[in-house]
């Protein structure tokens, strides 16, 4: 029996954990991957050429001119390494004939994120650990609070926000959750019922254009005072002008983000050496109950082989429905 050629895939944006995933994964399924850590752009769309299907990272917008480029190299389907659209146009690309797809990973990556960072917040380590590091080993003027003692609201009850829910269970604290398609066994509420009445509220919904700025100045106007934001799923779910002004006035008690609207090209680069122009990203870095991680959530081993292998099973999937296309 003639053994089947494999399967071109050239894969955008790849890093080198994942490039070494993509290598070792490869033989197991088929597929010869022509991998680049480049974006795909105009200039570099021609590393498709001869591929029906691409691999594309979250880390950069995918512009229009790029998959129009993509198109013209014969691309009909690109897979995101990721759970959201928000960095590519699927309507566009659909428009130019191709198909997008994303990826499921490990919610509990995720999942375990969250709650540590939800700990982190309430516990004010931020300003403890900065203080021990220059050897000021006196207690915090604020005492920390006790997940048992608190109502979290968790807005979007999907893969993640369910796993975000089946973990606070443990802590003994009243979950609340918003969703507009309820699906996890918990109490849902309307989302200002959930403001008003939260002493935490997560985020982990998509985002989209109902979506965009979710908690904007009128909704954080509606939190209760003292209570924490905990953001680990896209940056402009929050308005960050208005988060920065309800921290910098004291009504927040702080906020813990690692996903930031205007993150790209920031996040992800070594700018020790490079001015931040970022103004919100600059002021909230300097607040004492904020802190900030760089959109490193989801990045465990176990998530990151997930995105990858199924990346691959995505494209292997279109190829099987389109074999005579």
Partial sequence: MLNREPVGIT??????????????????????PAITAEAPTEANAHLAAGN???????KTRVTSAALRALAGAGVAYVSTRS???????????????IEVGNVAYSPDSVADYTLMLMLMAVRNAKSTVLRAEVH??????????ELRDLTVGVVGTGRIGAAVIDRLRGFGCRVLAHDNS?????????????????????????LNPGTHHLLDR???????RGAYVVNTGRGALIDTEALVS?????????????????EEGVFYADRRGTP????????????????ISPHTAYYTDHALSDTVENSIVNCLQFEGRNQDG
């Fill in 182 to 206: 309820p699906k996890a066994d918990a109490e849902y509420v309307p989302l200002d019922d959930l403001l008003r009445r939260s002493d935490i509220v997560t985020l982990h919904t998509p």
């Fill in 276 to 291: 931040v122009e970022g103004k919100p990203l600059l002021r909230l870095q300097q607040l004492p109950n904020v802190l």
């Fill in 11 to 32: 894969i955008y944006g790849c890093g080198e954990d994942e490039a070494a995933l993509f290598r070792a994964l490869a033989p197991r399924f088929g597929v010869a």
């Fill in 136 to 145: 000021d080993y006196r207690l915090h003027e604020v005492r920390g609070r």
């Fill in 83 to 97: 759970i959201g659209f928000n960095h590519v146009s699927v309507q566009y690309a659909e428009s130019l004939g």
């Fill in 52 to 58: 029906r299907c691409v691999s594309i990272g979250h």
């Fill in 246 to 262: 309800a921290l910098e006035g004291g009504r927040l008690g702080g906020a813990a983000l690692d996903v930031l609207e205007g």
């Fill in 218 to 224: 009128h909704r954080l106007a509606r939190m209760k």
